[in-house]
């Protein structure tokens, strides 16, 4: 292999640690958002996006809405695993979670998007597979189009508020949703929005940040509080995509937690020689059964409720644990970061760190994300994979699902039984 191009900061560097991402970085930012303009930005952006979607609606001649052509909108809700950058738009310091620096997004973008990876993330893959543009962070003031749907997702989000005051937790998505269901009903009127709103997907990935805080603040806890712990996580996601029901959703991507003992960021911390860390796969675990049962209940309490889940933490735990069987050449250490699996910050802000010359050949980028490369396979698998890696259904099926047909076959259903 190439020798890793080695970069040496000499900058002034503070040690800070953030729950998602324990690292030395620089207490330097070079684009905050003041606080104080927030709101007259949410106000700039609500106006703008008012004016451009009633251009698009009128001028363009691929109005998704009215083409032949199947229109489905995504809503995307999550972590560093699905943001494409609306940390960028928040006014925390890059400790508190932001990748807006290089080397991030070097592989594709050839600049930092905020997206905490090389290039593209699986949501981008899964909108590029349903003809969607790729992901604008919901919070630039430059994105327009809630037509195709909006990503919420935000580097360290968890679900449960007092995790994580820093970045937009599942409360705060959600109300950026509710949002984004009144600006549509007041551009396309209720009769398309509902429609929209029934035949998007939405796609969710939860929970890896309150199970990483969990097992940071709790060293020896026995497996009844990790349930217990596991069912408040469940409890709320439920809520959450109930309330995303009641708004008219249908169509739920669940991706499972993944296999958090076997990142570069943990197999250092805990010193683990090579073996992914037990307790937190063990928690992943927990969490995925429990994701799981939550999902078929949901099903069968809501009707017309359709979901997926894909199995996240079993396809990138045998990429890491086996990666040449995929076309890797490195499954345990980071492409990007300083010291033990490379597992330090990835960046200019970081006084060392090391780059691979070629991240294609690493399963991951840095301490807690894979690479693109890796990122295109697993969601090619979320597509089209085969039942063992998402089910009941894989996200073309639920893409093709017609939601009006299986409402009235499922009413017709009711109806011959007597309900
Ligand atoms: C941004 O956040 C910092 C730290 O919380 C705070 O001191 C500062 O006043 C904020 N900036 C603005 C303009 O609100
Ligand atoms: C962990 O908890 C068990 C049972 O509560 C206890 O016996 C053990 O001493 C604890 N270990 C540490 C390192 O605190
Ligand atoms: C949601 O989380 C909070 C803690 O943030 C907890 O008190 C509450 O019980 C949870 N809700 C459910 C339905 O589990
Ligand atoms: C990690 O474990 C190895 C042997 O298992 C030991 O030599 C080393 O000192 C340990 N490092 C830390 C930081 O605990
Ligand atoms: C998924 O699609 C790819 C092409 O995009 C194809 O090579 C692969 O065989 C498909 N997998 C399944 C399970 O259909
Ligand atoms: C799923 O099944 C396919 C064959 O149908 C197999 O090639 C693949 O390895 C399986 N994946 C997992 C994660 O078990």
């Known amino acids: 292999m190439v020798p890793p191009r080695i970069f040496i900061y000499s900058g002034s560097c503070a040690s800070t640690s953030f729950p998602h991402q324990q690292a030395q970085y620089c ?14 930005l949410r106000i700039r952006f609500h106006v703008l996006l008012l004016f451009s979607s009633f251009v698009i609606l009128t001028t363009s001649q691929h109005d998704p809405l009215k083409s032949k052509q199947k229109h489905v909108a995504m809503f995307v809700f999550g972590d560093s695993l699905f943001d494409p950058g609306n940390n960028d738009f928040l006014n925390i310091s890059v400790t508190q979670g932001k990748a807006n620096f290089p080397p991030y997004g070097e592989t594709f973008f050839r600049y930092p998007t905020g997206r905490f990876c090389d290039g593209r993330i699986i949501p981008d893959f899964t909108a590029s597979f349903t003809g969607l543009p790729l992901w604008r962070p919901y919070l630039d003031p430059a994105n327009h189009n809630l037509v195709v749907g909006a990503n919420f997702a935000s580097g360290g989000a968890c679900v449960l508020v007092e995790n994580n005051p820093y970045t937009l937790n599942l409360q705060i998505q959600l109300g950026f949703f509710k949002e984004v269901v009144n600006l549509l009903t007041q551009q396309l009127g209720d009769t398309d ?8 997907i939405y796609i969710s990935s939860l929970g890896g940040v309150d199970y990483m805080t ?8 026995t497996e ?20 995303i029901y009641e708004l008219g959703g249908r169509k739920f991507a669940f991706q499972s937690v993944g296999p958090l003992g076997c990142l570069p960021l943990i197999r250092a ?24 049962k939550a999902a078929e209940k949901l099903e069968i309490k809501l009707s017309g409720f359709k979901y997926l889940i894909f199995d996240f933490f079993t ?47 690493f399963v991951f980028w840095d301490a807690d994300h894979p690479t693109e490369h890796c990122y295109s396979q697993l969601a090619q698998l979320l597509w089209n994979g085969t039942e063992n890696v998402t089910w009941p259904l894989n996200m073309k099926q639920l893409y093709e699902l017609d939601i009006d047909t299986e409402l009235s076959s499922q009413d017709i259903d009711l109806i011959a039984v007597g309900k």
């Open 27 to 40: 207490e330097e930012d070079r684009s905050l958002i003041p606080k104080r303009q927030m709101s007259n």
């Open 193 to 200: 929005t509902k429609k929209l709103l029934r035949e998007a």
């Open 214 to 221: 969990f097992a940071t603040s709790s060293s020896n806890v």
């Open 224 to 243: 009844s509080e990790m349930q217990e712990y596991v069912d408040i996580v469940i409890g709320n996601i439920t809520e959450a995509m109930k309330e």
């Open 269 to 292: 911390r805990y010193n683990s020689s090579g073996k992914c860390v037990e307790f937190l796969q063990i928690l992943a675990t927990m969490h995925n059964n429990a994701l799981a």
């Open 315 to 361: 396809s990138l735990m045998d990429r890491t644990n086996n990666p040449t069987k995929y076309g890797f050449k490195v499954g345990d250490n980071a492409c990007c970061g300083g010291g033990a699996y490379h597992a330090g910050a990835c960046g200019w802000l970081t006084e060392e760190y090391e780059l691979c010359s070629d991240p294609n050949e």
